[in-house]
């Protein structure tokens, strides 16, 4: 009796985590979709900016500004690592975290003065176990980071980069390609490399073919490109938050959807291991009255 | 009478993506007013109201920052925040004005930050005024 017992209520556990692992999936689907939704809003306003680079580019406007150009010498690095205020998603957190380690790594081997910024939970007690110094945590954004809350942190980094306190922002995230591919990467936002859209005489415009149109800037072209590289820094770094987000529920998703199918083969094999042992104990039991009866009889 | 494609984004949705006959929006320096057929041109915009006027209907937002982009019947408006003019919160941005005013500026960047603040404060209490009549 005790083993059919004991594997019925092993059964009954499972069942209860499957409840919790399916639901987590349905929410994560759901959150998902959401994320998606944010994110492909915000590659349509990336696309507006790239093309309105372009746009000036091809107004013959050389694109100069002092976010374009890297400062001589880097002294002070910032790496921003973005993890998850959650577990449970599988090997999300563990991936972002291990390019974190190793790029700050190498940054603390050529840079001297590194700091450490970290968004999300699990993030920041990855680094505390490690006993590495976090300079700045972050776990207000969660799976909907609004623009609002970015720009807050985008405006700090344009004013140190400018002023000189800040010569290289690195950032660490999972970047969203598909739906099935999502990798973590390291990607350095400042100094801008290069303002996408430009050098490209506009010929990524929708229409190719279009002649070159002469616009007319307001107040100036030059006034236009100050405000263009700032927005443009600010939508990158969105994006960036953003495409965390939707990675952070796929993995979320994934992960959920195998315990859930890993519960069902478990919940499977438990009941077929039950009605054995419940089986064998009845076969047990009759034997015994069988037994006893042919005893009496003699 | 050609009319006007008017679309609206900000980072985190598109917000309007409409026809119009008439578009008004305030640049860095005061109000442009954008009819079918205007010449292609690139601008800074300021903080304040947008106006969308198609038929009898009018449409009004208010904006924040960003750029606008005029070409061949095309409006498209690139801008941080855009809030239909009846969902602005107006005690939030009294607050934000208020707070703005009476904080010590002690820097030049510290003073323009807080010029900025005053008058995107002042802009949004000027929408949603309009808005109530």
């Known amino acids: ?298 | 009478m050609a009319e006007l494609q008017c679309i609206v984004v900000t980072p985190e949705q598109t917000v309007r993506e409409t026809l119009a006959d008439f578009v008004t929006v305030t640049l860095f320096d005061g109000e442009i007013g954008i009819g079918p057929g205007h010449t292609p041109f690139i601008g800074r915009l300021g903080c304040g109201e947008m106006r969308i006027r198609h038929g009898n209907e009018s449409e009004r937002f208010y904006v924040e920052g960003g750029f606008v982009e005029v070409v061949g019947n095309v409006v498209s408006l690139l801008t941080n925040r855009a809030i239909p003019a009846d969902k602005i919160d107006e005690k939030a941005a009294y607050q934000q004005m208020e707070t703005a005013r009476n904080q010590a500026a002690h820097t030049p960047e510290l003073m323009a930050a807080r010029e900025q603040a005053v008058a995107q404060g002042r802009a949004q209490l000027r929408v949603v005024r309009r808005a109530i009549g």
């Open chain 1, 1 to 298: 009796m005790a083993k059919a017992k004991a594997l019925d209520r092993r059964r009954k556990s499972i069942r209860s985590i499957r409840k919790i692992t399916r639901t987590m999936e349905l929410i994560s689907t759901a959150q998902f979709r959401k994320a998606m939704d944010r994110a492909v809003a915000v590659s349509a306003y990336a696309k507006r900016i790239v093309a309105l680079v372009g746009h000036l580019t091809t107004a013959g406007l050389e694109v100069k500004h002092p976010l374009l150009e890297a400062h001589a010498e880097t002294s002070n690095a910032a790496l921003l690592v973005l993890s998850a205020n959650r577990g449970l998603c599988g090997g999300y957190n563990g991936s972002v975290l291990r390019h974190g380690m190793s790029q700050l790594k190498q940054l603390r081997a050529t840079v001297p003065e590194v700091r450490l910024e970290v968004s999300g939970k699990r993030g920041i007690s990855a680094f505390r176990f490690r006993k590495i110094e976090i300079a700045e945590r972050f776990t207000q954004f969660d799976n909907k980071p609004t623009f609002a809350e970015v720009e807050v942190l985008a405006n700090r980094y344009l004013e140190w980069y400018q002023s000189g306190r800040l010569d290289r922002l690195d950032v660490v995230y999972t970047k969203f390609e598909s739906l099935g591919r999502q990798y973590a990467v390291v990607e350095t936002l400042l100094p801008l490399a290069q303002l996408d859209g430009a050098g490209q005489n506009g010929n990524h415009d929708e229409n190719p073919n279009s002649p070159h149109i002469q616009y007319e800037f307001l107040p100036s072209a030059a006034s236009i490109v100050d405000e263009v590289v700032p927005a443009s820094f600010k939508v990158k770094l969105f994006k960036c938050f953003l495409d965390a987000a939707v990675s952070e529920q796929i993995a979320r998703r994934v992960a959920m959807k195998n315990a859930t199918e890993n519960a069902d083969s478990m919940i499977g094999s438990l009941s077929i291991a039950y009605n054995r042992a419940r089986q064998g104990q009845i076969t047990g039991e009759l034997l015994e009255i069988v037994g006893g009866a042919e005893a009496l009889n003699k």
